[in-house]
């Protein structure tokens, strides 16, 4: 089943005399339960197509389809309500709130749909559980490392059960034994919860976790790898060799 439709997708900055075209006709879609990255070298317009596809920028024309909704047509009072229910997001600094302790800032989307708290609290208990963050509920972020913080701002992400969840540059900011916890644990949620995943990476060794990667080359599809049967670090090494041909993604920070 397709969770997300994009079709000629264009998006431009500037005005008319000092104009950069950053997508460039982009077609695709992403199934129910995919976990998907998005891969390129800077400036090939990854992180752009991440924010229009989850309703943080408007493309300049083209369509957006997410659950059967189309969302390029929505007003801002819509979108608001729409992300509200439909979308989950995991960003490379955390956003969490300092003054809430982990469960408050994980049960924020709970609080804003005004869910029943003997719900909230039952989903609370089986996410944070499944993250390995639930001894830590009652800390603030402040007391917390940088690898709780990001399993924190993915049960945030998973609470409310979005059709889609956007995560950008999720690792860039933890060490590798926390960056490979959190990409056990998002492989993990992708596939009990069957949650779709669309994550922006440099990193080849987070792509490996996907089942399937988009490269981004000047604003278009450059290639796609889909893991099938393949061990990670087969498919690890495809990745490699795509970015190689690529040419400048390996160091991009």
């Avoid at 990476?201 to 490996?208: E, F």
């Amino acid at each position: 089943m397709t969770i997300l439709e994009a079709s000629q997708l264009f998006k431009s900055y500037g005005n008319k005399f000092n104009k950069q075209e950053v997508l460039k006709g982009l077609d695709f879609r992403f199934e129910k339960g995919e976990f998907v990255s998005i891969m390129g070298a800077s400036g090939s317009g990854k992180t752009t197509l991440l924010n229009v596809l989850s309703s943080i920028d408007r493309i300049n024309s083209g369509k957006i389809t997410i659950d059967g909704k189309e969302i390029t047509g929505m007003k801002e009072k819509q979108l608001a309500e729409f992300r509200k229910t439909h979308l989950g997001f995991i960003f490379q600094e955390y956003n969490l709130l300092d003054t809430l302790t982990v469960k408050e800032n994980i049960l924020l989307p709970l609080s804003i749909t005004k869910t029943p708290a003997p719900v909230a609290d039952s989903k609370f208990s089986d996410l944070a559980k499944q993250l390995g963050i639930y001894e830590i509920k009652d800390k603030y972020p402040n007391e917390i490392s940088g690898g709780q913080k990001q399993r924190t701002s993915a049960a945030r992400a998973f609470i409310h059960e979005p059709s889609m969840i956007f995560a950008d540059e999720p690792t860039g900011a933890l060490d590798s034994k926390s960056a490979s916890d959190l990409l056990n644990k998002l492989s993990e949620l992708n596939e009990k919860r069957k949650a779709t995943i669309v994550m922006v990476t440099h990193d080849p060794v987070a792509a490996s976790y996907c089942s399937r990667v988009i490269f981004i080359k000047d604003g278009q599809i450059y290639s796609q790898l889909y893991k099938g049967e393949q061990t990670r670090t087969d498919f690890f090494k495809d990745i490699m060799k795509t970015q190689g041909v690529l040419g400048g993604v390996q160091h991009e920070h």
